[in-house]
Structure formats: C-alpha cells, structure tokens
C-alpha cells in the first residue's frame, strides 16, 4: 500500500523518468537509442539546413561568400566518428560501469555523425558533388527518416506504455 501512494505522490516527470530507467536498465540499449535519436534529429536539421541555404535564408554560407571555399557537412561528420571511435577506443563512456553522461553524449555524437557522413553518400559514391541532382537524391530522405523512426520505435517504443502505466497509477511492470 505504501508503495502505490509514494508512486501516486510522482509527478509526471518522475515517472516518466522512472519508465526511462526501468526500460533501459541496460547502457547498451540506452546508447542504441540515444544514437538513433542522435541521427534522426541531425538528419533533419541537415536537410532544414541545406535547403535555407539553397534558398539563400539563414545565416550559413560558404566560407568567403558565395564563391568562396565550401565545407561539405560530411567532414563535421567525419570528424565526429573518429572522436567518438578514438573515445570507444580508450574505452571512455563503454565500459561496464561507464559514466552515465559521457554514454549519452558520444552516443548522440555517433548518430549525429554518421547523419552527416551518409547524408553525403552520393558525394562519396560518385566522387562528384551530386547533392541536388536526382541521381544523389532518389528517394534517400524518405528512406532514411523512416528507417530512423522505425528504429526509435524498435529500441525506444517500449517507454511510453510503462510511461503510461505509471501514470495511470498502476506501476512498474512486474
């Protein structure tokens, strides 16, 4: 009885908190998600991002002005995977008992990279920089977003039911 009026007294935040932490008791798992989350939300302010530019709005450009040098966002990419794997290297933020906060963020720096780096694939492939023709474009946003949020769902879906559940009052799964 006692522990049903201490999760009555949670706020929603807590609980919420509490269905995170019951679902990812695993750091694996978590740093899967975060990654995934990692990627999804890169990919669509890259995407935002390259179509301002395209359009002339926002305020990135090329370094110099219109003519000048262009840094294509698969290098911020590419940079971010060799932190990340030299980090995983050192075992920082992996280990068995790693450092909860240090897992998060280089799992985040993994998605985020790779959405980068795959967000140019067509520049890597053909060695050409194809970005907005049909050949580097066909059909990849769709592809993409939708296999990101297929893949939050898969490793993330669960949270919002015991989320729910907790809510509602009737705890933590058993």
Known sequence: MKHKKA???LSPIQHLRNAYSAHFDEHRRERQFIASIGFFVT????????HAIRANRGPFRNIGGKNGTHIHHMTFGIIGLLVVGYLWILQLGIQNKPSARLSRITSYVYGAGAALTLDEFALWLNLEDDYWTAKGRESIDAVVLFGTLLT???LGGGILPEFRKRLSGQGARQ
């Open 7 to 9: 999760e009555a007294d």
């Open 43 to 50: 990919f669509a302010l890259t995407r935002g991002i390259t």
């Open 152 to 154: 939050i769902s898969a």
